[in-house]
């Protein structure tokens, strides 16, 4: 494989909201030379941010509402880090992030343990076999016995685990960790700004009592027997198909266990993976160039009104001003600028390779899911969109800006904030999500990026559903009898909008040559 290809390393970062994520996030980017002071930026002494939400709102609520991308290199390796939201009303970001990553770092709090909203996300890892690395964070606080989150995590996220660094107590007794990887032991100095040192010490000898005392010193032996004795060695091979989580234990927040996470990390970590097109699987050491849209941004810049398309390079090389083959549209374009990011500044790039992650200029011609080839026809699988589960009738609020407001709900819609539907019967909007807080975001983002105001009106619907049929009299009598709860997508498809459980239950089974899609992707 191309040395180039070999050194990249394209991972996502997903955690439930209060699991310390963000520190991590900057505690990596720390390491990567790409921020001067650890630790979130307090803006004041309530609220907080991070390095990677750039947009206000995040930067009020405290929280992720998207995925940032941010590149930096280590050592002799590109490292791209995909930092998703973590709040479970912007899952389907995440799935989608999830599709253009090949390895995943999934943080866990101590005390907490595993939480629902990780538990799905670890079903769209093993879904795609996609490797996993587990980080147990706040161990400086008190939290479960470690043999006890082992047992969790393997219950919970269905996944063979093994620890390759051991904590010593938590709370206020955090001694440190032992590493097992390395054979180290990392004692603990609750420090934001300072990187902890590392003593080689040989646990069988009284040279690790002498660090943390008799009594813990027995204690970490036999536990660390206990270890051999009940979790396999550590095995890459197993780690790479999918089948086994290295665990790591630290404090993020205190700069700790994070550095031998990352070490461990750009070691056995995969470098770029094959792809599943629909026409063939894509190799990433490939000499011609190709790549697909993944996610799509408005108003990085508030300056200017620009969109941003994410694009993943699958094979080859991408070369800036050489002209490529976008699929959908069946035309050529060069892209001039073509932009690599760190959060939301951002820096031009003249070539990027299988593994990197490219800003590529939008004004309107990507959709998520959009292939770029050198001329090859080729179809990217597995960025669905999802059913939705909560629906608003969304009014303009301010007639004179009816024009910024349409504007507006096209670009959020093409950035897969939402789902966009017309009903067929009054031809009003109809926005679906899969949470209460994306209402929020697309009426704060109105308001502030086009200058348009909306306001939301209640309608009672249960699922969204696509539907099809090899039957063209069924599906057009279904049709007819549905007509009030039709509606169509925003690519012309039909969808069925089922005001109640019991309603869809019995048009599939008054129905039964249509079939019902719950996700965009059939």
């Known amino acids: 494989m191309n040395a180039e290809i070999e050194r990249r390393r394209t991972f996502a970062i997903i955690a439930h909201p209060d699991a310390g994520k963000t520190s991590l996030t900057e505690k990596l980017l720390l390491f990567g030379g790409q921020i001067q002071v650890a630790g979130a930026v307090k803006s004041n002494k309530i609220k907080k941010t991070a390095t990677s939400d750039w947009m206000d709102i995040e930067k009020q609520r405290g929280i992720s509402v998207t995925t940032s991308v941010m590149e930096f ?29 090949d390895s995943v770092i999934i943080v866990v709090d101590g005390a907490k343990g595993v939480e629902s909203q990780t538990r799905k996300l670890m079903e769209v890892c093993r879904m795609r076999n996609t490797p996993v690395i587990i980080f147990v964070n706040k161990m400086d606080r008190e939290a479960k016995d470690p043999f006890d989150l082992l047992d969790e995590l393997e219950e919970e996220l269905v996944i063979n685990v093994r620890p390759l660094t051991w904590p010593i107590e938590s709370g206020p007794r955090f001694k440190g960790v032992y590493n097992i990887y390395e054979q180290k032991l990392n004692l603990f100095q609750p420090s934001k700004q300072v990187v902890t040192e590392k003593v080689e010490v040989d646990i069988h000898t009284e040279d690790l009592d002498n660090h943390i005392g008799t009594p813990l010193a027995e204690k970490l032996r036999s536990e660390l027997e206990l270890i051999d004795g009940v979790y396999p060695a550590f095995n890459v091979d197993d780690y790479l198909k999918g089948e086994l989580a290295p665990v790591f234990f630290g404090s993020a927040l205190n700069n700790f266990g994070v550095q031998e996470l990352l070490d461990c990390f750009v070691e ?31 108003n990085i810049d508030p300056n200017h009104r620009s969109c941003v398309a994410f694009c993943k390079v699958c094979s080859g090389k991408f070369t800036r001003n050489t002209p490529y083959l976008h699929v959908r549209h069946n035309k050529t374009m060069r892209f001039s600028s073509p932009t690599q990011f760190m959060a939301q500044r951002k ?14 200029p939008d004004n309107g011609t990507f959709k998520i899911g959009d292939t770029l080839t050198e001329g090859e026809v080729l179809h990217f699988k597995g960025l669905p969109s999802f059913s939705p589960e909560m629906f608003k009738y969304i009014e303009n609020a301010d007639p004179m800006k009816t024009k910024q407001l349409n504007k507006g709900i096209d670009q959020l819609m093409d950035e897969g904030v939402a789902q966009l539907f017309i009903n067929q019967f009054n031809g009003r909007k109809i926005i679906g999500t899969v949470g209460q807080l994306q209402f929020e975001v697309i009426q704060y983002r109105l308001e502030n990026e086009y200058n348009a105001k909306c306001r939301w009106e209640p309608v009672s619907l249960y699922k969204a559903c696509w539907i099809e049929s090899d039957d063209p009299e069924e599906l057009e009598a279904f049709k007819k009898r549905k007509y009030q709860y039709m509606a169509k997508d925003r690519e012309g498809r039909d969808v069925f909008l089922a005001d109640s459980g019991y309603v869809l239950q019995m048009a599939q089974m008054d129905f039964k040559h249509i079939k019902f899609h719950f996700t965009s992707e059939f």
């Open 73 to 101: 290199d280590y050592h002799d390796y590109k490292i791209n880090i995909l930092d998703t939201p973590g709040h479970q009303d912007f899952a389907e970001d995440t799935y989608r992030t999830l599709t253009a990553v």
């Open 268 to 298: 056995i970590a995969p470098s770029p993976r094959p792809v599943q097109a629909e026409e063939r699987i894509v190799m990433p050491d490939e000499p011609k160039f190709t790549g697909f849209v993944f996610k799509i941004t408005a």
């Open 347 to 360: 820096t031009t790039v003249d070539e990027a390779w299988a593994g990197d992650i490219i800003g590529l």
